[in-house]
């Protein structure tokens, strides 16, 4: 039956990779914390615009009254996203980010390299330093780790090395952020013009704080900002989320769908396999009956075809993996907290436990198909 088994596998494998890869990202979004310290007391906070606009970007002397009048942070920082030149004997464009002097310590991570930034690094006017990513530390440094402590040239400024980031660190924005620079600002510059909303905002709440008491706090200091700064503030307000439902809010929905959807696909796939399998059986009515003419008993029967089914299933569990890690892998893209999912034992659980559903059917159907009798013979149903 090669031509069955061809058509089998790969259909069993397209099912179950599918659903593998849906109920992976389903587990990492509601299981797996993010690589933080204490990642539930991380907010994203924006602000809201009178015309009802509720991911808007903050504008840097909002945040600044936010923090400080707050009860409920422990500190927030900013970031922007920012190209940069390498210069060099090579010239390279990579993605990089612009980030207040906190950024990594409010987050909770810290470097694999160096001791990061310092407050006074934000300081306009003080000596450009830079971070980088174990990306670039390998592609372009060849993880020589006295590049650390040395200078670089950054868009066209000699820059001083700090720190490197781990492999697995955890940031925002881009998964695919190479250089990391202090945010400064000019002492006279004026933050609320009607260009004042560009910053993103990542808060740490103080232990025993829940984002329902931070909001009617921020409600509150809106207010009295709106009262302080009518033409800038008039009618805008805060909105604080969760970074983990900030992150993968959007996404969960689809997911729960997609679970439905592909779970529903498998058991389709299940039952016309099953039901085409059942009509091929015929050509084994002789071999069928010898067997019940040799002793053999329903559970014989099981035990055999539980073994042809295992074979299906745990080989579309195989091929179905390799597709499940492409799925997610082209997800993660786009979610930057999902970038280090790998293909780890639950991953490969889920896929091995899809196959043995699969077998399941493929095991007790035919079996329960086959009439056994008394005068020594049988036939399928």
């Not at 969760?242 to 993968?248: G, I, K």
Request: one cysteine or more; a positive charge.
């Amino acid at each position: 039956m090669p031509i069955f088994t061809g058509i089998a596998l790969l259909t069993l494998s397209i099912a179950i990779g599918v659903n593998t890869a849906v109920f992976s990202l389903l587990y990492q979004i509601q299981f797996v914390p993010l690589a933080v310290e204490e990642p539930k007391q991380l907010v994203r906070l924006w602000e809201t615009s009178p015309e009802g606009a509720s991911e808007i970007p903050v504008s840097p002397a909002n945040i600044v009254d936010w923090t400080r009048q707050s009860n409920t942070l422990l500190d927030s920082a900013t970031w922007i996203h920012a190209a940069a030149r390498l210069d060099g004997t090579s010239v390279e464009i990579v993605e990089g980010q612009m980030v207040s002097p906190n950024f990594f310590e409010v987050l909770g991570v810290r470097p694999a390299l160096g001791s990061g930034f310092q407050i006074a690094d934000g300081r306009y006017g003080a000596p450009l330093v830079v971070m980088i990513s174990d990306r670039l530390f390998t592609r372009r440094y060849g993880r020589d780790a006295s590049i650390v402590g040395q200078s670089i040239p950054v868009n066209g400024r000699d820059a001083l090395v700090v720190g490197v980031m781990a492999a697995d660190a955890f940031t925002m924005g881009s998964p695919h952020c190479d250089v990391w620079l202090p945010l400064r600002f000019h002492p006279k510059r004026k933050d609320r013009t009607h260009v004042g909303r560009y910053l993103n905002v990542v808060a740490r709440l103080a232990p025993g704080v829940s984002i329902q008491t931070a909001q009617l706090e921020f409600n509150g200091i809106a207010r009295q900002l709106e009262q302080k700064y009518p033409r800038f503030n008039a009618r805008w307000g805060v909105r604080a989320v969760a970074l983990q439902e900030s992150l993968t809010g959007a996404l969960q929905q689809p997911l729960r769908w997609g679970a439905s959807a592909g779970f529903a696909m498998l058991l389709l796939a299940c039952a016309a396999l099953v039901k085409w399998y059942l009509k091929r059986q015929s050509r084994r009515s002789r071999e069928l009956a010898l067997r019940v003419l040799l002793g053999s008993r329903r559970l014989h029967f099981f035990q055999l075809f539980a073994a042809e089914g295992l074979v299906l299933g745990l080989g579309g569990a195989v091929f179905g993996l390799a597709l499940a890690r492409r799925l997610v892998a082209e997800v993660c893209v786009f979610v930057p907290q999902m970038d280090s999912m790998r293909c780890d034992s639950i991953f490969i659980g889920i896929a091995l436990g899809l196959g043995i559903l699969c077998a399941v059917p493929f095991s007790v159907v035919p079996a329960m198909s086959i009439r056994l009798e008394t005068r020594g013979n049988s036939r399928l149903r």
